[in-house]
Structure formats: C-alpha cells, structure tokens
C-alpha cells in the first residue's frame, strides 16, 4: 500500500479526534488509556492494563466498539474457567443426530479479558494463542476471528490470592502494559454527575471496514531506518546493558526484551504519529511508548526486588542514555516536521 499522504494522515487524525470525542462523552479523563487502545487498534497490537477495579476500564472498550459499530465480549476470568469457555466447542445436536460447532466470545472486534491472572494456565494459554494467531481450531476446523481483534486484558495488582500470574513468555504477546491509577477529585466528580445523570448515548463515526483500512494505512507510515536502529538500541540495552554504557542496571536484569519489543515500539509509533496527523514517525512518537512496551518484558533480578528497584525505573536509565537519533528524514527526503 502507498504510504499516506498528508491529506490522508490528517483526515485519519480528524477521524480519530471525532471518536475520542464521543468515547469522552461517557468516559472522564483516562486519556493515556484511551491514547493506547486507539494506537492498539491502529497497529493491530493488543494490551495488558493493570489497575484497580472500578477505572473504566470495561467503559472504555464498550464505549469504542460502539463508536466503531463493533462487536463487544466481555469475558470475566475464574478459576474454574476451561478453554472451551472463551474459544467454544462441539455440541450434539439430538435432533439432527450431528455435531455443531458453538463459537466462544472471543470472536469479537474488541475483547476484554477480565482479570486475566486469575484463570488457570490452560485458559490463559487458550487465549494467548488466538492473540498470536487470530484464529481458532475446534475439532479439525478452522475459524477466523473477526477483524479487526484487539484484546484488552486486565490485572489486579492488589489483591494475588487465587491467581495465577501471567508467565514472562505469554506477557510478551501484550503490545503495551497500561497502568491506570485513580482519577483526580475534579474528574470523580464529573464521574458521580455523569453516572447519576441521564445516561449517554454515543454515536457510531466509523466502522470495522473503516478501522481495517486505518489499519492498513498505519502500517504504511514513513519510518526512517535511524529511527528503527534507536528501537533496536533500546531493546539491546535491556539484554546486554553493559554494550551500551549500563553496566550499572546489569545486576537488575535477569532477562531483557524479545524482538516483540522492537517490533511493537515501531508499530506503535507508526500508529502515534496517524493519531498525531503525520504520514512518518518521530522519535519523540516512540520514546513515549518505551515504557509500555518494555515495562511487562523486563525480568527483573532478586537484587533488584531487594532494593525495591522496579521496570519503569530501568527503563528510564535506558531512555536517558541510549543516544536518540539526531536527524530524521520524512518521506521523500525532507527533515520532517514536529507536532
């Protein structure tokens, strides 16, 4: 596909604005969250957010796939969850005297796996593998998951009896790690006023075959080949510091990043800078994904739990002293233009 023009990037940014705008008309602030689905849903990427119960979080995806005209599944994970319950199964039909396949909830555009560490390690695997390869296999037969599928799965970060954490090599497959906190008193506020008021009704701006062509399109944004190197110098740094002048984190890291991490803080920042208007990516556009994308892929080591070290301060070591690059050239040659 030809790369965007700037006509194109700006009416895919204007569109984008149009569907905040109706998403901020039931949910109040959360706009780093609701900034990350969208970049998400443009890159084809899916999410792991950690907060607390009662932060939108289930509001939030809701409210899009309504403003998207998507289908919506909610899935609330227990410990007595079985795989059968999220990608479906075979039932026999009496009358018939044949089999017929159910399909699970997870054949949705937008899913929100609640919860996610407190299913059993065969459930979360169940789910990861349709992540991977959007699709499921049910008693020989394959089926396809709509597109677009974006997958938001959440995490208590309080409350750890009865759950099952989520191995380093499944928490891979999540794009980005959001974590949300609570609102401030001004935004709890307008929360009570919008909650206890009359409810409101969002308007569909777009559609799924709208999303797919943004999706192709993000995918088609400028990135400069320096820009790409700095991804791969950062995710170097976490696996071998010392390469990069970090020798001091290296007794921290038990484990860096996989080339999942490089892949994503690209993608992502394609899909940063269509929200932003542009047709090519600025550094400052993937510097602001660096912690999402690395926070969840980072094994840390017992010395670094012992001195209360955690990812996000590593990783703002690695931003501070793996060197950004100095010029970027947009499409066509030109120095690009900031904002």
């Given amino acids: 596909m030809p790369a965007p023009t700037e006509a194109s990037a700006e009416a895919t940014a204007t569109l984008m604005e149009r569907l905040l705008y109706q998403v901020k008309r039931v949910v109040v602030g959360q706009d780093r969250l609701l900034e990350r689905v969208l970049i998400a849903m443009l890159a084809q990427g899916h999410l792991l957010v950690e907060g607390v119960p009662g932060l939108a979080k289930t509001l939030t995806v809701k409210t899009l796939a309504r403003t998207v005209r998507g289908s919506f599944r909610r899935i609330q994970f227990t410990p007595d969850l079985v795989p059968a319950d999220l990608v479906g199964t075979r039932i026999y039909n009496q009358k018939s005297g044949e089999f017929g396949t159910s399909l699970g909830p997870v054949f949705a555009n937008l899913l929100l796996a609640d919860e996610i560490n ?57 794009m980005m790690k959001v974590l949300v906190d609570y609102p401030s008193e001004e935004e709890e506020f307008v929360i ?28 088609a944004v400028y ?101 950004a690059p100095e010029q970027l050239l947009a499409p066509g040659g030109a120095p690009p233009r900031h904002g």
Avoid: W
């Fill in 223 to 323: 990135c400069d080949p320096a820009l790409m190197q700095y991804a791969v110098r950062l995710v170097s740094a976490t696996r071998r510091p010392e390469r990069h002048g970090l020798a001091d984190i290296a007794p921290y890291l038990a484990c860096g990043a996989s080339p999942r991490a490089t892949i994503g803080l690209i993608e992502g920042a394609k899909a940063l800078a269509l929200l932003r208007g542009r047709r090519y990516a600025l550094r400052e556009d993937l510097a602001d994904l660096v912690p999402e994308v690395l926070r969840h892929r980072l094994m840390l080591s017992y010395e670094a739990l012992a001195e209360d070290i955690d990812a996000d301060a590593l990783v703002a070591r690695i931003l501070a002293r793996v060197p």
């Fill in 118 to 174: 407190r299913a059993p390690a065969k459930v979360q695997s169940a789910l990861l593998e349709v992540m991977q390869e959007r699709q499921v296999t049910i008693a020989g037969q394959t089926h396809p998951v709509p597109e677009p599928f974006v997958v938001m799965a959440t995490q208590n970060p309080i409350e750890t009896e009865g759950t099952y954490p989520l191995p380093e090599a499944q928490l891979d497959r999540f």
């Fill in 192 to 219: 009570a006023q919008r909650v206890t008021g009359e409810p409101v009704q969002v308007d569909a701006v777009a559609d799924t075959v709208q999303l797919a062509a943004l999706q192709r399109e993000c995918r």
